[in-house]
């Protein structure tokens, strides 16, 4: 399965964006679909997952009750919608495949290349 991230930019503190991920690929039933984040000069980190069976999610939170992460099963494709940006969230956004419902990147081996989103006036 390889993953593709498209959606990022350059919005206004307090706008939207909305992240997709596409899977290439059958994704199995037990995986999990995540999104992590690296801001520049910081280590990358956990911003949301779901399972992709079911929609049971987790978010950091720092992003609880902002972002909503969610799955389209027929087209392959995660979701990360992000409202009331600020500029603490600008950072390259990275999705990331495993099985393991967990916030920690080692469970996680497959990954996208990363769509950068700038938050700033």
């Known amino acids: 399965v390889q993953l593709q991230a498209s959606g990022g930019g350059l919005v206004q503190p307090g706008g939207s964006l909305r992240l997709s991920c596409a899977a290439s690929?059958?994704?199995?039933?037990?995986?999990?679909m995540a999104w992590f984040r690296q801001a520049p000069g910081k280590e990358r980190e956990f911003v949301a997952l779901t399972r992709w069976s079911r929609s049971s999610t987790m978010y950091a939170d720092s992003v609880k009750d902002r972002f909503t992460i969610s799955r389209d099963t027929a087209k392959n494709t995660v979701y990360l919608q992000m409202n009331s940006l600020k500029p603490e969230d600008t950072a390259v956004y990275y999705c990331a495949r495993g099985i393991q419902y967990s916030q920690q990147r080692a469970e996680y081996p497959t990954w996208g290349q990363g769509t950068l989103v700038t938050v700033s006036s």
């Open positions: 690929g059958r994704i199995f039933s037990s995986a999990v």
